[in-house]
């Protein structure tokens, strides 16, 4: 695997890859270019993007870059962890190619002027609503990043569902031509959703924050179970986050899969999602569930 940093580096390297062609017998730019960005400080939910598209993918570029531009005033962004040596050898072992690894002044040079922005529903409820501009600082990266690799497929996690969403509706809407591939959220053993964050819990906060992946697990049996009722849903996982007193609810909503608009009946896709404090760590978690009838 090789580390680069500059922008025109990583597209000649691409751009080589492309053109080569996969082979005797193979069409010339037949090689198709997985990508998987990532702001590092890796787990296995990053690697499990890693694998899935090593398994779809001839070339695997990989990105770690810690954006600025998503995080909101005194938000986590001096303190995100950062370990490009651990990162490196993670993606290298998951057999990524190539592992990008711009600087700020290489993403954003003076003068950047330019953002991207998917406005309306999907922006505006759930995480949208308590970080704003952060969705408009993920589509300027992303849409940067398609460009610059400008991959066949893109690979995120559903534990950020709502990201998911916004960049699909964001490569639909600018016409990007890129597919974006949901993989399942990983988690550990106690069930909470592997994240970068999670290191920032003490012991105590990670103890409660089983009650997040606790709570969704129940209402996904009671789902199952018949229950239909958004509102009687949406009290049930609130009653045992909130039954921690480490936790405090940020949103928990039960919203329409594909719009996150709030459903007062439960029926096709349907999603429970929550943000949560824990100290001064903010956690995210969902489970999307197909209803019939
Ligand atoms: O999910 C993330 O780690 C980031 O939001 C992403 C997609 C790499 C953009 O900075």
């Not at 906060?205 to 997040?212: K, T």
């Not at 929550?274 to 978690?285: N, P």
């Given at each position: 695997m090789e580390i680069i940093s500059s922008i025109p580096e990583l597209r000649r390297r691409i751009e080589a890859f492309r053109a080569g062609g996969a082979g005797p017998g193979t069409e010339p730019g037949s090689l198709s270019v997985g990508f998987v960005p990532t702001m590092g400080w890796l787990h296995n939910g990053h690697l499990a993007l890693v694998r899935t598209a090593r398994k779809a993918d001839d070339l695997v570029v990989v990105s770690i870059f810690v954006n600025p531009i998503q995080f909101g005033p005194g938000e986590d962004y001096d303190r995100y962890p950062r370990d490009l040596e651990r990162d490196a050898g993670m993606t290298s072992a998951a057999e990524a190619d190539l592992l990008f690894v711009p600087s700020t002044a290489e993403m954003y040079p003076v003068g950047h002027s330019t953002t991207v922005e998917v406005v309306g529903g999907l922006t505006g409820h759930l995480c949208g609503a308590s970080r704003p501009g952060h969705f408009r600082g993920v589509t300027t990266v992303v849409a940067k990043l398609l460009n610059i690799v400008r991959p066949r497929r893109a690979y995120f996690g559903w534990k950020d569902a709502q990201q998911l969403l916004v960049v699909r509706r964001m490569v639909r809407d600018l016409n990007l031509g890129v597919e974006i591939v949901g993989v399942p959220t990983v988690?550990?053993?106690?069930?909470?959703?592997?994240?970068?964050?999670?290191?920032?819990l003490s012991g105590q906060?990670?103890?409660?924050?089983?009650?997040?992946?606790r709570s969704l697990e129940r209402v996904r049996f009671m789902i199952q179970n018949g229950e239909r009722d958004a509102a009687t849903i949406r009290r049930e996982a609130a009653g045992i986050v909130a039954a921690e007193p480490l936790l405090a609810i940020d949103y928990l909503a039960v919203v329409d899969g594909n719009t996150l608009e709030e459903i007062e009946r439960i029926r096709g896709t349907v999603m429970v999602a929550?943000?949560?404090?824990?100290?001064?760590?903010?956690?995210?978690?969902?489970?999307?569930?197909?209803?019939?009838?």
């Open positions: 988690r550990e053993p106690d069930g909470l959703a592997m994240s970068s964050r999670n290191g920032y906060e990670r103890l409660a924050a089983r009650a997040i992946p929550l943000a949560v404090h824990a100290g001064k760590t903010r956690l995210i978690d969902n489970i999307r569930m197909e209803v019939g009838g």
